[in-house]
């Protein structure tokens, strides 16, 4: 009888990817999917480490299914518990501590080698903790990927080198690391071949890939571009000191590279950029945005803010609200500060008092929402193109992305999930637009 793995991904696009990897590895073990975790053979808790909280949260999930698996047990239904990604990372013997109910413990580097923890645990009985940083690259030692759309995330890159003093990336998924063109491409290939006609690349730096003698990633994404099947590109999440000339040039020159791009700032204060450890200013910044409208003038930008850090003054926050006006974000992350253990930040002087950072994080979405409506009211009338991805409620409703990541819905006979359509929107909703035929 197969088994069965519930898998819970919190966090960014990189552990989305890493938790339809764990499930590949886990496939050839008998191990299918299923949506509930009462009936799970095993459960992985796949953690993110930057929210605030983000621990807290995961010993809550823990707790619950500490109860279905002793549920399971007394019914001679053993349940293999696992805690993945950066929490386990960053506090793989805390999990432990806390929770000794939990059966294996790994890192975001090591879950290529989850079937042997799955066997491991078995012979042992007790648990099993593997964070470290191996020598080999993971990716040389998973299967070939398993396309479950139209879309699909492709990671090339991980880990960072940028030291942010807020962020614990480079303490949890470790030095940067890109990986080889040609296995990239590999992968991109066989995705292709499953029906994947959007290629979304990721990486904690992305746009510091570096895997092949010669190229960056405006060179890759021109590869990528050439692989029959492949549509549509992206890729996220980017930094502005890696913003390369040759890269700006490829949003001119590419169509597959949608006119979308991610691109944190975090702060509009040049005191508090500094504090950050950013590494750029809030001019560099505004002239890289000016640089990338010239090279595609229907480009959009995204950004993630963070408000509070220790020393934000009233005047600091005024100059983010500034920028955010100056440039016209059209969607946006934006989170109050929250100390990461580890982190320089932490231990600042001047960290803001909650109820200041809670008032500047409702004046700063408020701004945000206003921008991203102003945005999507301007879309009425357009025209674009939009991937077909899924059904929608009703009879020849089908359901997209837009090239700016908007969801679209649109009564289409004839249309098939996966063709990419031109559109023009008609209406905005609360949470998507709808199009009709063009």
Not at 98 to 117: K, S
Not at 224 to 240: Q, W
Not at 245 to 251: C, K, M, R, T, W
Not at 264 to 272: A, F
Request: net charge negative; proline share 7%; with cysteine.
């Amino acid at each position: 009888m197969a088994k069965r793995l519930f898998i819970k991904t919190f966090g960014c696009q990189m552990n989305v990817y890493d938790s339809a990897r764990m499930a590949d590895v886990l496939a050839p073990l008998g191990y299918g999917p299923t949506d509930r975790p009462d009936d799970a053979d095993m459960v992985i808790l796949n953690t993110c480490h930057i929210r605030e909280k983000a621990a807290e949260k995961v010993f809550s999930d823990l707790g619950r299914l500490r109860k279905i698996k002793e549920a399971r047990a007394a019914e001679g239904l053993p349940m293999v518990l696992a805690v993945a990604g950066c929490v386990a990372q960053a506090e793989g013997e805390e999990v432990l501590r806390r929770a000794p109910f939990v059966d294996i413990v790994l890192g975001p580097q090591t879950y290529h080698r989850l079937p042997e923890m799955v066997a491991q645990a078995a012979r042992a009985g007790g648990a099993v903790l593997d964070t470290e940083f191996p020598t080999e690259p993971k990716f040389d030692f998973l299967p070939e990927a398993r396309a479950e759309g139209t879309n699909a995330f492709l990671a090339i890159q991980e880990g960072c080198d940028r030291f942010c003093t807020f962020c614990v990336v480079p303490y949890t998924r470790g030095a940067e690391y890109s990986r080889p063109a040609a296995a990239v491409l590999a992968e991109a290939a066989a995705l292709a071949a499953q029906g994947v006609r959007e290629i979304t690349v990721i990486g904690q730096n992305v746009n510091a890939w570096h895997g092949e003698p010669g190229w960056d990633l405006g060179t890759l994404l021109t590869a990528l571009a050439k692989i029959d099947g492949i549509e549509r590109l992206r890729y996220t999440t980017s930094h502005p000191r890696d913003m390369s000339d040759s890269l700006i040039a490829v949003h001119r020159d590419l169509p597959e590279l949608m006119p979308f791009l991610h691109l944190p700032v975090q702060s509009g204060s040049n005191r508090i950029l500094t504090a950050m450890n950013r590494g750029h200013d809030r001019d560099q910044y505004r002239r890289l945005a000016d640089r990338l409208r010239e090279a595609r003038p229907d480009l959009a930008l995204s950004s993630d803010f963070i408000v509070g850090f220790p020393g934000e003054t009233d005047a600091d926050f005024a100059d983010t609200l500034a920028l955010v006006a100056e440039i016209g974000f059209v969607q946006t992350y934006s989170f109050k500060y929250s100390p990461r253990p580890g982190t320089p930040a932490a231990a600042m002087e001047g960290q803001v008092p909650e109820p200041v950072k809670e008032a500047r994080l409702a004046e700063l979405q408020a701004l945000l929402y206003r921008q991203t409506e102003a945005f999507n009211q301007a879309c009425v009338g357009r025209e674009m193109t939009v991937l077909l991805d899924r059904p929608g409620r009703y009879a020849d409703q089908l359901l997209g992305r837009s090239p700016y990541m908007q969801p679209v819905h649109v009564r289409a006979p004839g249309q098939r999930i996966g063709d990419v359509v031109r559109l023009r929107i008609a209406a905005v909703h609360p949470n998507s637009l709808e199009a009709v035929p063009a």
